[in-house]
């Protein structure tokens, strides 16, 4: 016979310490009926509750993410972090433990293995995250470039991904434009080390950062640009009637083409530009004119961001310092200067224009008539530019003028000085440069 009125004690989730006092029941419904009214302890799970042992846990249907938190803030008492998958993990499990089976720190490092869980201790606080993670798997890929350096590749790449190439130099070198890199490559010295290069490309990384490697290799590694540049280095006499060296070109022209003419502020940044002409076309007009005299006709086919160098000349030796040895008599260094005719050009190819570094000069040594006697003076004519281009598009740099007078005496040689005439002569050259520079291929930089 069932009885009217009935009461059911509750099973609560708490943490029984050995002298520890239990959680307080909540009230006892009472029955109303024939059948027992059982009010749940909780919605989710069923915690139960053992003081029999000095210390224990005994949890029944409590989640991962439940478990790790309760111990830890009720009996390790230690700071810790749980990683957010700890904290989704809503799988349901049964946690007994009690002092009599060994220590709480150990029994749970043993439990959160078992679930695929690590603890990580970081100074005085415990790390709770899954099992491999923070551990790089990093295997080697390797790859042997079809058209781009080694080093192009792993300077443009490197700064994307966390691996390493292997590549990886801190020495840099890079000289301006028209000036030699003095001393020899060795394997042991600093500009061995940057002139060196490899021709495979070796990376260290994880499975996915290889994955995306290979997707920039593809969209990397493709024919770079490439230009034929031609030119024309004209000596032009022109008179103070004539003007410049500009007007005697535009006057050869009937004014037929189309001729864009844009003087700046400086003399020097003078320039015309001709589109839909041939650097061959422009080369026979100008010859028809004897005022212009051929110096130099330099053509140099060139990768994008390599330099090129034309020179046509002699190597002059100069007097350098004077160096002095402990007993020993002085050193007088020598040094050698390059003269006569010396172009120096770098391009870099992008999809619509061709960027152009340009020096271009003509020099030679005369005889030093003051200062130091003991070395030649360099007299040169130098122009230096950075120009944007279209394909196939021509220009003419100029504006380097130089003025030559003399004096003299016509006569019989027997008379005396009063006695013949008194000559001047004054001669104007100008420097004029025609350049052209034409895309070879489709690559581009």
Not at 301 to 306: A, D, K, N, Q, V
Request: no cysteine.
């Amino acid at each position: 016979m069932i009885g009217k009125t009935l009461w059911l004690s509750l099973l609560l989730p708490a943490l029984a310490f050995g002298q520890g006092i239990p959680s307080p029941l909540p009230p006892i419904p009472l029955a109303t009926s024939g059948e027992a009214y059982v009010q749940p302890a909780s919605s989710q799970v069923q915690r139960v509750v053992r003081r029999s042992a000095p210390q224990a846990f005994d949890l029944q249907g409590v989640s991962v993410a439940e478990v790790v938190q309760l111990i830890y803030a009720n009996a390790v008492k230690t700071p810790y972090m749980l990683a957010p998958e700890v904290l989704a993990d809503s799988r349901p499990l049964s946690f007994r433990w009690s002092s009599g089976y060994g220590s709480l720190e150990g029994f749970l490092l043993q439990f959160l293995d078992s679930l695929g869980y690590k603890v990580e201790r970081r100074g005085k606080v415990d790390f709770v995250m899954k099992a491999g993670a923070g551990e790089r798997l990093e295997t080697v890929y390797i790859y042997r470039p079809k058209y781009r350096s080694v080093n192009y590749l792993a300077e443009l790449i490197s700064p994307m991904l966390k691996g390493s190439f292997s590549v990886n130099r801190q020495i840099t070198a890079d000289h301006p434009i028209g000036e030699k890199s003095k001393g020899s490559a060795t394997a042991t010295n600093a500009l061995g080390v940057v002139k060196r290069d490899s021709d495979t490309l070796i990376y260290r990384g994880t499975s996915e950062e290889i994955d995306t490697l290979k997707g920039l290799l593809s969209q990397l590694d493709v024919v770079g640009g490439e230009v034929m540049v031609r030119a024309l280095v004209y000596e032009v006499g022109v008179s103070q009637k004539e003007g410049s060296a500009f007007s005697l070109i535009t006057s050869l022209f009937d004014g037929s083409l189309k001729i864009g003419v844009n003087t700046g502020v400086a003399q020097a940044a003078n320039f015309l530009s001709f589109k839909n002409l041939t650097i061959d076309f422009i080369a026979n007009i100008l010859s028809s004119d004897n005022r212009f005299k051929v110096v130099s006709s330099p053509s140099l086919r060139i990768r994008s961001g390599e330099e090129g160098r034309f020179n046509v000349g002699q190597e002059v030796p100069i007097l350098g310092s004077i160096s002095y040895p402990r007993e020993g008599a002085p050193v007088q260094s020598v040094e050698y200067r390059s003269s006569g005719v010396i172009f120096n050009v770098r391009p870099q190819v992008y999809e619509e224009n061709i960027n152009l570094d340009l020096d271009q000069q003509i020099s030679n040594f005369v005889r030093t008539e003051t200062g130091v006697d003991n070395s030649p003076t360099l007299t040169k004519r130098e122009v230096s530019t950075s120009v944007s281009l279209r394909d196939n598009e021509i220009i003419v740099l100029g504006g380097l003028a130089e003025t030559k007078d003399g004096a003299g005496r016509t006569g019989f040689s027997f008379l005396p000085d009063f006695l013949r005439a008194r000559t001047s002569d004054s001669q104007r050259s100008e420097l004029v440069v025609v350049l052209q520079v034409t895309r070879i291929g489709e690559g581009q930089d």
